[in-house]
């Protein structure tokens, strides 16, 4: 895994700073932290990048880190021979790590790679739980972090229970319409569990988007 890390020193502290308060307004979002929270969060985080088809994460590794994007789109996908399965897809403004290794420290089992040219701000698994002990409001945005994922992982399961491709496409447009011209259309169909030649003709058979409401 080839990840760029930048010290928080080597970029302009106004850059730096304005970067942090961005990710600290997201995750208020949730939850008001306090100043000492802020002020060590800042501490621990520190940038990433990812060159678009890097891995953040390998199937069969231990994921250390816990990884909020700021630019950038980043899928999970799992190897069925040859065959790539996407599992999900993501962008600015969300968590990405393997949760597995969050919770049980179980080897992951998807790998994670970047779509686009991607940055980030990481903050590595001792860093988080010191935040939980230190922070208690913390722990209530990580929680309502991790509610906000289970609504995502049931999209994803409805999305798979769906028999009709269009429906399927539909409901994709309607629930990651952010990522429709962004994500290469092999892992929207992978993702949508159809074929790359079905999803062509729906998509053909939708010459007009529908609004979605």
């Known amino acids: 895994m080839n990840i760029l890390l930048t010290s928080p020193a080597s970029l302009s502290s106004g850059n730096h ?3 942090i308060s961005s990710l600290v307004i997201t995750l208020n979002q949730f939850h008001s932290l ?4 802020v002020k060590y969060l800042k501490e621990i985080l520190f940038p990433v990048s990812f060159k678009k088809g ?3 994460l390998k199937a069969g590794d231990l994921c250390n880190h816990v990884y909020f994007i700021k630019k950038g789109v980043i899928r999970g996908f799992i190897k069925e021979g040859i065959k790539d399965i996407t599992t999900w897809i993501t962008a600015e403004n969300e968590m990405v790590t393997s949760i ?3 919770d049980h420290r179980e080897l992951n089992e998807e790998n994670m790679q970047a779509v686009e040219d991607c940055d980030a701000y990481a903050i590595s698994y001792s860093g988080l739980e010191n935040l939980y002990l230190k922070f208690p409001e ?5 929680r309502k972090i991790l509610q906000r994922y289970y609504k995502d992982a049931e999209d994803r399961a409805f999305i798979v ?3 009709n491709a269009e429906t399927k496409y539909l409901y994709f447009l309607k629930r ?5 011209n962004r994500v290469p259309l092999k892992y929207i169909a992978s993702f949508l569990g159809i074929t790359l030649e079905t999803l062509s003709r729906v998509r053909k058979k939708i010459s ?3 609004k979605i409401k």
């Open 17 to 19: 700073k304005k970067e």
């Open 34 to 37: 306090s100043d000492p929270a």
């Open 54 to 56: 890097e891995l953040l």
């Open 100 to 102: 597995s290794c969050l």
């Open 138 to 142: 913390f722990n209530i945005v990580v």
């Open 161 to 163: 229970r769906l028999t």
């Open 176 to 180: 990651y319409s952010h990522l429709t």
């Open 208 to 210: 007009v988007q529908p």
